[in-house]
């Protein structure tokens, strides 16, 4: 049986699944939240929940949009540990289908969590590097308590004078942001993001292309060529060498035979002209 046939998405109210948020993930506690949704097994029993809700700071919903559309953060994704393969990136594709467009999503990868977006990677999201580096204030009596939380006490006063308060710095995460809506507002999306993209794993530079495409055909091409050009003017006889080059270039003649007929006068030109002069 599939992933497809043996799970389904629906989307919940935060209510009922809190004990995946305050039990199951690691910060403990319930995130801000406009839209969540369950994974159901076949037996419709809950094994994933996933929530998106309001960006961390008014920062970076500026460099993300320019207030034409909506910036939400994925800020939650649990699911069971004995899940098949791809599962959670099955999950969040069917969340992302079931959220209203437009709207630019982002989500983290908390790096001292060992995580590092191969979920995100696996369904499209565009990698925009490292969150700037921050700090977040710590209570010395109660280390556990929330640095937001430690915020709403502390309101108006300046935390360098409480000595209980010290700053802690937090770890660095991987930005992902995926733009979810048609291929005009999508392109829209792009050219206003202040973020550098960069498709993680997938798109390669310019210079890559060059590299692992064009120099091998290049080669290849201009060894075949300049073989034919050789024995064609008996310049030189083919020999065994010469043989050996021709049978393992004769699978990718064949198959690149249009292509090599159409560069062949070009090549036999400039080796003429550099035999002749």
């Known amino acids: 049986m ?3 046939d043996k799970y389904k998405v629906i989307s919940v109210k935060i209510e009922t ?21 369950a994974l159901l097994n076949d037996k419709n029993i809950t094994v994933g929940v996933c929530s998106f809700g309001q960006t961390p700071s008014i920062q970076l919903n500026q460099s993300l949009s320019d ?23 099955f999950f969040v594709s069917q969340c992302l289908k079931l959220i209203p467009k437009p709207k630019i999503i982002v989500s983290f990868a908390d790096i001292s969590k060992n995580h590092n977006g191969y979920i995100y990677q696996a369904t499209n999201w565009i990698y925009t590097g490292l969150n700037a580096e921050r700090y977040e204030w710590k209570s ?20 360098n004078d409480v000595d209980d308060l010290y700053k802690q710095p937090l770890s660095r995460k991987h930005r992902y942001v995926y733009f979810l809506g048609n291929k005009k507002q999508k392109k829209i999306m792009k050219k206003n993001i202040k973020l550098n993209l960069i ?24 060894n075949l060529v300049f073989l034919r050009l050789l024995t064609t ?5 083919v020999g065994d060498f010469a043989n050996i080059n021709f049978q393992l270039s004769t699978k990718f003649e064949t198959s690149q035979k249009p292509l090599i007929d159409a560069i062949t ?11 002749l002069f």
Not at 20 to 32: I, Q, S, T
Not at 207 to 216: A, E, G, L, S, Y
Not at 233 to 237: L, Q, S, V
């Open 199 to 222: 498709q993680k794993g997938k798109t390669k530079t310019m210079m890559q292309v060059i590299n692992r495409v064009f120099k091998p055909l290049f080669f290849k091409c201009t």
């Open 233 to 237: 003017f008996g310049i030189w006889k």
């Open 140 to 159: 010395k009596s109660n280390p556990n308590m929330h640095y937001r939380n430690i915020a709403e006490r502390y309101v108006g006063v300046d935390k």
């Open 265 to 275: 006068p070009i090549f036999y030109i400039l080796c003429c002209a550099v035999v």
């Open 67 to 89: 207030g034409k559309f909506d910036v939400i953060e994925l800020n939650r994704l649990i699911t069971n540990d004995d899940l098949e393969k791809n599962t959670a990136s």
């Open 17 to 37: 699944v809190k004990e995946w948020f305050l039990k199951k993930h690691y910060a403990k506690r319930l995130p801000m939240c406009s839209f969540c949704f």
């Open 2 to 4: 599939s992933i497809k």
